[in-house]
């Protein structure tokens, strides 16, 4: 009986350490949007050399007056419903972002808005 007992007590702090671990990862590894300066407002107009339509929110390789920018855009879900579609973010294609540099990453921003042709697109 003893040792059902401790067995479910080791199963249990096993449990709590590695929910632990998972919380701090996370937490240690997404970066919160007050890194970004919201008082300075970028509107880049430039090329898509690369994207990425994954959780936790997308992201772009972005070429904009011979900088590449690292942009980071919202969830799939809400591009998605806002009408930014994964097949809109083709390499080669033109757009427009509008968004916040970050305050110590150079060359990575925080996307509001990106227009693709006629399409603006909000995402937050």
């Known amino acids: 009986m003893k040792s059902n007992i401790l067995i ?10 590695a929910l632990a671990v998972a919380c701090f ?9 007050s890194s970004y300066d919201q008082k300075k407002v970028l509107n880049l107009k430039g090329e898509i050399l690369e994207y990425s339509y994954d959780n936790p929110h997308g992201m772009l390789k972005f070429k904009a007056d011979d900088r590449t920018w690292t942009v980071v855009l919202a969830p799939p879900s809400r591009m ?8 809109m973010l083709k390499e080669g ?29 909000e995402l937050r």
């Open 80 to 87: 998605e419903s806002r009408g930014l579609q994964e097949s």
């Open 25 to 33: 990862s996370f937490a240690t590894f997404h970066h919160g949007w």
């Open 93 to 121: 294609v033109q757009a427009t972002v509008v968004g916040y540099p970050h305050l110590k990453i150079k060359d990575e921003m925080r996307a509001e808005r990106i227009t693709i042709g006629e399409k603006t697109t």
């Open 8 to 17: 479910r007590q080791r199963i249990a702090t096993l449990f709590m350490a």
